[in-house]
């Protein structure tokens, strides 16, 4: 037996005990004992890590539970009752411990009682740092089976105004959405202004056109469209008849609050169906402006004010589970970051999603540069880069890749030089771990000032140099931000290379584009990239959500189950209604 001469791990008041542990050690992957073991002793933890497992059968698996480390004891609870190990403790990083035997501690029983209460001291503390630790868990656990009683009132409140709807004629519904959107378009600066000084980001001329489009354009695309309980014919025999969802928990982004609220609160209203406006907490303020311009052309036109609804309780991620996992929520439209939309898909609740964007664009040699470099710069400079549809990867063919940086100099960007570059990555990179959360959203000109770089023009854009295949290049990944990758191109294969490596990167799902004038080349472009989404000789900000092109006017935009999302399409109205089919 190593008997410690040391200062005692257990502190003071443990002298008597340490003597009758021994010292052993655990290499990583090993195990301090087995599931269904009788006990043979316990284990003080010196150096290390361990974590407690057990086999489940109905999966054929090894179920990690809870790790323990420095300063635990582990499986003395088998010990003390005498039952077989309930789990197994593995060893995760080599472990140096303190042993101490089942017979030795029967022995203490009866040969040093002073020594035996010290291990039942020590057996107590361990208990109680463990209950510790899982109130937390306990409290969350309970959280998310216990009802709130502010949330239930609204969302009852929803439900009632939802049934009132359910008889106003299409050409009311029409006319309440236009007033809106006219209400939202003339109150544009306002709302823009408000955005950018709560938010911090963003140019106040670009969210004012933003507005202005996601209010008027969307609304016009709505109106005269069949809505509530229109019967079509979709076939020989089979009648079509669309019918509202219920209530929509609408989870708001803070890039486009405005237009997003007011897209989604259309689409809503088109469907029959109310819904709960949730915005990011950066963006509370200019929520609540919208929804309660919104609310006083509902009451102005005698209809239910609580179709449109904002949370009464301040935004978390407790009150937005509240909703999200809600039994009278029919449907959540998430728009945000992975994390949120990831937990509206596992809230239980029916729900689209919208994943990252990180757009390739191969430029190729047979395309309009001069044109293609304008399109690029305006379309990434718009509103500091923050559309998540925008350009944020170039693929220039190396013909053309001189002619398209002069061209895009002359348009505002700053191409830079390798020094530069590393000034990029050192100061507004992190060096190169990612994009530092204070440069999202702020305009070129303040980012080159903030990494030192200078220019005797106006910088709208950044174009920082990859090198082919480097796929390792943090400048690959989505960058909400004027900041724009490039590589130069050698050929079509080495541009389909990496147009399908930097989705697999980030971006898989929503939007590839490409300039040319080939056909083919589409082609094998569109094979190549998994998308929803693929524009041909478009800007992307204005291509990927539909204002210049025949796609859905929406700024929702499916990334289907490539970007984890379930559904692959600029989403629309008719997404919020379910059909039911009469069969002759």
């Known amino acids: 037996m190593n008997v410690l001469t040391a200062v005692s791990p257990f502190g003071n008041g443990l002298e008597r005990l340490k003597k009758y542990f021994s010292e052993k050690n655990y290499q990583q992957g090993g195990y301090l004992f087995k599931q269904n073991d ?72 009866e040969v040093d009682e002073s020594a035996y209460q010290e291990f039942l001291k020590l057996f107590n503390d361990s208990l109680i740092s463990r209950l510790k630790k899982s109130r937390p868990l306990n409290k969350h656990a309970a959280l998310q089976m216990a009802r709130i009683p502010t949330v239930d009132q609204q969302v009852e409140m929803a439900r009632l105004a939802h049934q009132q709807f359910l008889s106003w004629s299409e050409d009311k519904v029409d006319e309440i959405i236009t007033d809106i959107a006219k209400t939202i378009y003339s109150e544009a ?17 670009h969210k004012i056109l933003k507005i202005k489009l996601g209010s008027l354009d969307v609304a016009d695309s709505l109106v005269n469209k069949p809505g509530n309980g229109a019967i079509e014919l979709e076939a020989n025999g089979i009648e079509r008849v669309s019918m509202p969802i219920g209530i929509v928990f609408g989870m708001i982004p803070i890039t486009n ?31 609540e402006r919208t929804v309660e311009l919104i609310r006083q052309v509902l009451k102005k036109h005698g209809a239910p004010e609580d179709l449109v609804q904002t949370p009464e309780l301040a935004a978390n991620r407790k009150v937005t589970n509240a909703y999200m996992t809600h039994d009278d929520i029919s449907m959540i439209l998430a728009t945000g970051g992975p994390s949120m939309v990831k937990s509206a898909y596992s809230s239980g609740t029916p729900a689209i999603g919208v994943g990252k964007g990180n757009a390739p664009v191969w430029i190729c040699d047979d ?47 700053v191409v830079l030089t390798t020094a530069e570059h590393e000034l990029l990555l050192d100061n507004i990179f992190a060096s190169g771990k990612g994009l530092q959360a204070e440069f ?16 005797d023009y106006d910088i709208k854009l950044v174009l920082a140099e990859v090198q082919p295949y480097d796929f390792d290049s943090i400048l690959l990944r989505e ?29 898989k799902g929503h939007t590839a584009i490409i300039h040319t004038n080939d056909k083919e080349r589409v082609r094998a472009f569109s094979v190549v990239v998994q998308v929803s989404r693929v524009l041909v000789s478009t800007a992307g900000t204005q291509g990927c959500i539909g204002a210049d092109n025949g796609l859905n006017l929406s700024w929702t935009l499916g990334c289907g189950t490539m970007g984890g999302g379930s559904v692959s399409d600029n989403v629309s109205y008719t997404h919020l209604q379910n059909n039911k089919r009469i069969a002759y």
């Open 38 to 109: 009788m006990p043979d002793g316990c284990f003080y933890i010196l150096e290390g890590q361990v974590v407690t497992q057990y086999y489940d059968n109905d999966v054929n698996a090894d179920i990690d539970l809870e790790p323990y480390s420095v300063g635990e004891l582990v499986g003395a609870m088998s010990l003390v009752v005498d039952e077989p190990r309930a789990m197994s403790a593995k060893v995760i990083q080599p472990v140096k411990a303190l042993f101490l035997s089942a017979k030795q501690l029967e022995n203490l029983q």
């Open 189 to 205: 600066q306002e709302l823009a202004q408000l955005t950018q000084k709560e938010s911090g980001m963003g140019v106040v001329e």
């Open 257 to 287: 609050p405005v237009e997003t609220t007011v897209f989604k609160t259309l689409i809503s209203l088109k469907s029959r169906n109310a819904i709960i406006i949730s915005s990011h907490r950066k963006g509370r303020l200019v929520g």
């Open 367 to 413: 395309s309009d540069i001069e044109g293609a470099a304008k399109k690029v710069i305006n379309s990434k400079a718009f509103d500091n880069g923050v559309v998540c549809g925008s350009e944020n990867n170039l693929i220039i063919d190396k013909a053309v890749t001189d002619e398209f940086l002069t061209n895009a100099q002359s348009y505002g960007a």
């Open 440 to 455: 999202i959203g702020q305009s070129a000109a303040d980012i080159c000032k903030a990494a030192g770089i200078e220019r």
């Open 479 to 507: 960058k909400l931000a004027p900041v724009l990758s490039f590589i130069r191109n050698a050929d079509d294969k080495m541009a389909l290379d990496h147009a399908y490596e930097i989705l697999e990167l980030e971006g």
